[in-house]
C-alpha cells in the first residue's frame, strides 16, 4: 500500500509542476506580446528612406568611412528587426558562471525601442527569464524564475532609461541605418580611429565612444553607463566588441560579440553571443 502512496505523491508534485511551468510560459508570453504591442505604437514614421552618401559630408573621417565600408548608396533605411541570438551569459558576482542563453530581440529604430526577450539556462530543469528593454522613453529589466518568481524588476527611472537607450545605440551596428545624421545621431571627431556618437530621445541623452577597426567597421562601443550594485546605481565603464561581419539585406553586420563592465580590479565579461538569424523590416 505504502507504493501506492509515493506514487500518489509524485503524480501530484508532477502536476503541480507542470501547471506551474505552463501558468509562467503563458504568463511571460502575454508579458512579451504587451512589449511588443507598445513598441508598435510607440512607432513613429521615417522621413528618409534611402541612404545616399552625399550626405555623409562633413562627418568625422573614420565616421564616413565606415558608412561606405557598411552601406551602399539606395540601401533602404532599417525601419525594424527581429534577431535571434544564441550564447553564454555570466551569473557569477564575483567568480564566473558561464550559463547559456537563448533570445529573441525586436528592434523598432524609430521611435527607438527594442526588447530583448531571454531565457538563461541555470540548470537542466530550471531557466530564468529576462526582459531587457527600452520602450517608449522607458528603460525595463525583469529577471523572473519560470516567469512566475521575480528575481529582478527596475523600471521607470532616469538611469534606466539612459542605460538602456545606450545599448539601443551600441547595438546600432546590427542596424546602421539608425547611426545615419538624418536618423537623430550626431558625432563628434575623437581621432584617426574613434568618434563619439549622441543620440537623444524624449528627455534621455546618451553619448558613446565607438572604435573602427583596420576594415573601418566598429570593433568597440565604450560608455559610462549606470550599473546596479545593491540598491545603487554606479556609473561605470562598459564595453561592448562586435566581430565576424557578414553582410546581411546588403549591409555589413557583425554576427558575433562579447559585453563586459571594466572594473577597479579589471574586466568583467558578461555576455558572449552570436546571432544566429536576423529579419529585417525597411522604410517605405
Do not use: C
Amino acid at each position: 500500500m505504502w507504493w501506492k502512496i509515493i506514487l500518489y505523491v509524485i503524480l501530484g508534485l508532477t502536476a503541480i509542476t507542470v501547471a506551474v511551468l505552463v501558468y509562467g510560459f503563458n504568463r511571460w508570453r502575454s508579458a512579451t506580446q504587451k512589449m511588443h504591442t507598445d513598441l508598435q505604437e510607440a512607432r513613429l514614421p521615417i522621413k528618409t528612406t534611402r541612404y545616399d552618401s552625399k550626405e555623409l559630408s562633413g562627418l568625422p573621417a573614420p565616421v564616413q568611412h565606415y558608412f561606405r565600408s557598411v552601406l551602399k548608396d539606395g540601401q533602404a533605411i532599417v525601419s525594424a528587426l527581429t534577431m535571434n541570438q544564441s550564447g553564454t551569459f555570466n551569473m557569477g558576482e564575483t567568480d564566473d558562471q558561464w550559463k547559456p542563453f537563448t533570445a529573441t530581440q525586436r528592434v523598432i529604430t524609430h521611435r527607438p525601442g527594442f526588447d530583448w526577450d531571454a531565457r538563461i539556462q541555470m540548470a537542466p530543469l530550471l531557466a530564468v527569464n529576462v526582459h531587457d528593454a527600452y520602450i517608449a522613453g522607458e528603460g525595463i529589466l525583469h529577471a523572473s524564475l519560470f516567469g512566475v518568481v521575480t528575481l529582478a524588476s527596475q523600471r521607470g527611472t532616469a538611469e534606466a532609461a539612459q542605460g538602456e537607450l545606450m545599448r539601443f545605440l551600441a547595438e546600432a551596428a546590427w542596424y546602421p541605418t539608425a547611426l545615419l545624421q538624418n536618423q537623430g545621431v550626431w558625432f563628434e571627431a575623437v581621432d584617426d580611429t574613434s568618434a563619439r556618437a549622441t543620440l537623444t530621445d524624449g528627455e534621455t541623452t546618451v553619448t558613446i565612444l565607438l572604435r573602427f577597426n583596420k576594415d573601418n567597421l566598429i570593433e568597440s562601443v565604450r560608455a559610462e553607463r549606470p550599473r546596479m550594485v545593491g540598491d545603487k546605481v554606479i556609473p561605470t565603464q562598459w564595453e561592448g566588441r562586435w566581430s565576424n561581419y557578414e553582410i546581411r539585406a546588403g549591409m555589413r553586420v557583425p554576427l558575433e560579440g562579447e559585453v563586459a563592465w571594466i572594473l577597479p580590479e579589471g574586466r568583467k565579461t558578461y555576455w558572449r553571443g552570436r546571432v544566429t538569424n536576423i529579419r529585417y523590416t525597411f522604410a517605405q
